[in-house]
């Protein structure tokens, strides 16, 4: 299993204090304390809708709205109300060190140097960043949001809003990057792991996962030119 990634970089130092905190308590806390403080010392730069800018705080927050809705910790709800129904049993927010690797987790390895995969609070990214995976579980889960594997996560409405892109971004949508033939896909990375999980308009799903990164910025382009000429190597896939 490989992490899939995004850092949460701005944080005030009673913040910062806790970040090697290693109660659940104290990671909770740390979430909630972030958030206010970005949310208290942060204005808005433009109006919404108006200028695209990505944004790993976006999703840590809508983590926090998750919580509040639900009253449930977020990854407890996630895993009953969507992994679970997808058939995942095997997803969860990732430890930050070495001796927290999960079972059958791979070892990260960084190419850049002062860059060290252990020295990330992974377990603090939770809604934007922080999960681990195997490359089939997530393809089980893009294949559930259409029902092309099961039952839908989404109803049709859901996902047509989920895939049309803005005004301010044409190649973004709401979570997912799109083009105009209706392709989504989304990467991730972090020092010591790229990911890659794509959905064709074809109802085609694949992922691919690496346990490093290297200094070079076309990494996750080469990925993705691997899979689809591996895709398309194949005359006739398997159902």
Request: net charge negative; glycine share 8%; with cysteine.
């Amino acid at each position: 299993m490989l992490g899939v990634a995004g850092v949460l970089r701005a944080m005030p130092m009673a913040a910062q204090s806790l970040a090697a905190g290693p109660t659940p308590a104290e990671r909770e806390r740390l979430a909630h304390l972030a958030a206010d403080w970005a949310l208290e010392t942060e204005p808005l730069r433009c109006e919404p809708g108006y200028r695209y800018a990505y944004s790993n705080f976006g999703y840590c927050l809508l983590g926090r709205v998750i919580e509040k809705i639900t009253n449930q910790k977020y990854d407890q709800y996630i895993i009953s109300a969507l992994l679970g129904p997808s058939g995942i049993s095997d997803m969860q927010i990732a430890g930050n060190t070495l001796e927290e690797r999960a079972a059958n987790e791979v070892k990260y390895y960084s190419q850049v140097a002062g860059e060290d995969p252990y020295e990330l609070n992974i377990s603090r990214m939770d809604s934007h960043g922080g999960w681990i995976a195997a490359p089939l579980d997530l393809i089980r889960f893009t294949a559930s949001i259409d029902g092309s594997r099961g039952n839908p996560l989404l109803s049709p409405e859901t996902l047509t809003i989920m895939t049309t892109p803005s005004h301010a971004n044409s190649g973004y949508a709401k979570g997912l990057f799109v083009n105009s033939v209706r392709n989504c896909w989304h990467t991730g990375s972090l020092p010591g792991t790229a990911t890659l999980a794509v959905r064709t308009h074809t109802g085609f799903s694949w992922a691919a996962f690496v346990n490093t990164r290297t200094k070079f910025e076309d990494m996750l382009d080469s990925l993705d030119a691997l899979m689809w000429h591996m895709v398309g190597s194949v005359d006739g896939w398997r159902a």
